[in-house]
């Protein structure tokens, strides 16, 4: 049982590439989340899905992508890198009924835009 | 739209010591959790311990207990005999329980320092 996992753990790119980060879950969970963590800040909330074939907005959503083709996958897209948008990622997924409504992070992805 | 205010960008405990870590919430919801995770040096998210709004009793686990005021809406963590490896990052963070998505409002935040 690996938990939350992330692919890859570290990212440098140019501005304007494109990448895929990959969030994968093996605790059947219906709810996954990706958010971002800002030097200073908390995790804010990109972008999340209830369900397999579902997403939606959170607090910063513009410049990213998501799909969630399989239950246990979640990607984040990124079509045009941006030097904001370095930041370091976490995933993090949640059962549907939980004892303490927990989420369960992954180990995050340090990205740098340069 | 929720919030989460935590004051104190920084704080030092003596080792064995206990220390309180503040954090107020805004919500007009009436059933949400809030939560509190450790993001020690090394980055991973750190689940601590959890407090339902609906809880009567202040919630606690291990050296951990949450001292919730409803009307004052703070949901402060204290830390008992505080170790050297409590030495991180500290997030208080909401859930609003109405809401379909379970999505965590996160503070930004306290740097709690343990010397020896």
């Known amino acids: 049982n690996a938990g939350v996992t992330q692919t890859p753990k570290f990212r440098v790119l140019k501005t304007g590439q494109s990448m895929t980060l990959l969030c994968a879950q093996d605790?059947?969970?219906?709810?996954m989340y990706w958010y971002r963590q800002d030097p200073g800040m908390g995790l804010r909330l990109i972008h999340y899905s209830v369900g397999e074939g579902t997403t939606a907005k959170g607090e910063v959503p513009d410049g990213y992508n998501v799909s969630r083709l399989k239950k246990q996958n979640f990607l984040l897209g990124l079509e045009s890198a941006a030097p904001s948008q370095t930041s370091v990622y976490f995933c993090?997924?949640?059962?549907?009924?939980?004892?303490?409504?927990?989420?369960?992070f992954g180990p995050g992805t340090r990205l740098t835009v340069l | 739209a929720q919030k989460i205010t935590q004051t104190q960008p920084g704080m030092f405990v003596q080792e064995k010591e206990a220390v309180t870590l503040d954090c107020t919430y805004d919500t007009s919801d009436q059933s949400y959790g809030l939560f509190w995770y450790k993001q020690p040096s090394s980055g991973e998210m750190i689940f601590l311990i959890y407090?339902?709004?609906?809880?009567?009793q202040n919630a606690t686990e291990g050296r951990y207990s949450l001292n919730f005021q409803k009307a004052r809406k703070s949901a402060n963590l204290v830390i008992s005999a505080s170790q050297l490896g409590d030495s991180a990052m500290y997030f208080c963070?909401?859930?609003?329980?109405?809401?379909?998505?379970?999505?965590?409002?996160f503070g930004k935040g306290t740097k709690l320092s343990v010397i020896p």
């Open positions: 407090q339902g709004s609906y809880d009567e």
């Open positions: 993090a997924s949640r059962p549907g009924l939980g004892r303490y409504n927990e989420q369960f």
């Open positions: 963070a909401m859930i609003v329980l109405e809401a379909g998505s379970y999505q965590l409002t």
């Open positions: 605790m059947n969970h219906e709810y």
